[in-house]
């Protein structure tokens, strides 16, 4: 296979999730494509197209060419109308017409991946005009597809899949932003330690760590003396993290000690998922 080996895991999390997304979709009838999910203004259809068009972009298919309406009350940014194109100009397409596109999609990127012989550092195509490193897009591919996998589960009363190869690097993206949420995001003091202790599926234990300069980093020793500890399950964790509950929905599930106000700030800015 000609596949970089250090793009190998975001190539095993990508197919994992994709196929798990088919197999989800696959069986349902028209109305259950317009259930809501817990992420922001979508329904099954619109993950769905949202799925099918960002593996399209990365296949390099022209982006659809289409006005949006004006009263999509969940577009509050530019990023989120670059996301919303795809979405919005399948919002009207049949179950039969997504799962068709879907398996086509599946079918062309499963044969770009296994001819894929670019290194990680070459640049693709990006959101919004930008460019990034296939590593970068193929890292953002897996996470994204693992959340929305996640987010079709939970509307489908299907879970499952909570610890697959998606998960882990779901976990390594979300944690590679906890130092800016603690450190800038949520103003921790200078010279702090904060701990966060996940348990489930998927465990771990990390501190974020600021210096006398208030910059954020992250480790996994634990810290004697922190000034909040934040415990909670890994299920909780992705969907405070990605923006599909709020913290006061799911105070039943967490478990914080020590500064009640830096805990609380944390809480704020848990979302990182734009």
Same mark, same amino acid.
């Given at each position: 296979?000609?596949?970089?080996?250090?793009?190998?895991? +975001?190539?095993?999390?990508? %197919?994992?999730?994709?196929?798990? &997304?088919?197999?989800?979709?696959?069986? !349902?009838?028209?109305?259950?494509?317009? $259930? /809501?999910?817990?992420?922001?203004?979508?329904?099954?259809?619109? &993950?769905?197209?949202?799925?099918?068009?960002?593996?399209?972009?990365?296949?390099?298919?022209?982006?659809?060419?289409?006005?949006?309406?004006?009263?999509?009350?969940?577009?509050?940014?530019?990023?989120? $109308? +670059?996301?919303?194109?795809?979405?919005?100009?399948?919002?009207?397409?049949?179950?039969?017409?997504?799962?068709?596109?879907?398996? +086509?999609?599946? &079918?062309?990127?499963?044969?770009?991946?296994? @001819?894929?012989?670019?290194?990680?550092?070459?640049?693709?195509?990006?959101?919004?005009? %930008?460019?990034? #490193? !296939?590593?970068?897009?193929?890292?953002?591919?897996?996470?994204?597809?693992?959340?929305?996998?996640? *987010?079709?589960? &939970? %509307?489908?009363? /299907?879970?499952?899949?909570?610890?697959?190869?998606?998960?882990?690097?779901?976990? *390594?993206?979300? !944690?590679?932003?906890? =130092?800016?949420?603690?450190?800038? *995001?949520?103003?921790?003091?200078? @010279?702090?330690?904060?701990?966060?202790?996940?348990?489930?599926?998927?465990?771990?234990?990390?501190?974020?760590?600021?210096?006398?300069?208030?910059?954020?980093?992250?480790?996994?020793?634990?810290?004697?003396?922190?000034?909040? %500890?934040?415990?909670?399950?890994?299920?909780?964790?992705?969907?405070?993290?990605?923006?599909?509950?709020?913290?006061?929905?799911?105070?039943?599930?967490?478990?914080?000690?020590?500064? =009640?106000?830096? #805990?609380?700030?944390?809480?704020?800015?848990?979302?990182? #998922?734009?």
């Amino acid at each position: 296979m000609s596949l970089h080996p250090s793009l190998q895991s +975001y190539a095993d999390a990508w %197919t994992h999730s994709i196929d798990a &997304i088919s197999d989800l979709v696959s069986p !349902l009838v028209e109305g259950e494509w317009n $259930r /809501r999910t817990p992420c922001p203004g979508w329904s099954v259809r619109d &993950i769905v197209s949202h799925v099918i068009g960002l593996d399209c972009e990365a296949l390099g298919d022209p982006r659809p060419i289409h006005t949006l309406p004006r009263d999509l009350y969940h577009v509050t940014n530019e990023h989120q $109308r +670059y996301m919303e194109m795809q979405v919005d100009v399948r919002r009207h397409h049949t179950a039969p017409e997504m799962t068709s596109e879907l398996e +086509y999609t599946i &079918i062309r990127r499963n044969r770009q991946l296994r @001819n894929e012989s670019r290194r990680p550092d070459a640049l693709v195509r990006g959101p919004l005009g %930008t460019e990034v #490193t !296939l590593e970068e897009s193929m890292r953002n591919r897996a996470f994204d597809l693992w959340v929305h996998e996640q *987010d079709l589960r &939970i %509307t489908l009363g /299907r879970p499952g899949n909570l610890d697959s190869p998606g998960a882990y690097v779901t976990r *390594d993206v979300l !944690l590679s932003r906890l =130092p800016k949420v603690v450190a800038k *995001d949520a103003g921790a003091p200078a @010279n702090s330690a904060v701990v966060f202790d996940v348990h489930g599926p998927v465990e771990f234990l990390r501190t974020v760590r600021v210096d006398a300069d208030g910059v954020g980093s992250i480790d996994g020793s634990p810290s004697l003396g922190p000034a909040a %500890t934040l415990a909670l399950d890994w299920e909780t964790y992705v969907r405070l993290a990605c923006g599909r509950v709020t913290p006061e929905s799911v105070a039943d599930r967490l478990k914080t000690e020590g500064d =009640p106000d830096l #805990t609380a700030a944390i809480l704020h800015n848990f979302t990182v #998922t734009p």
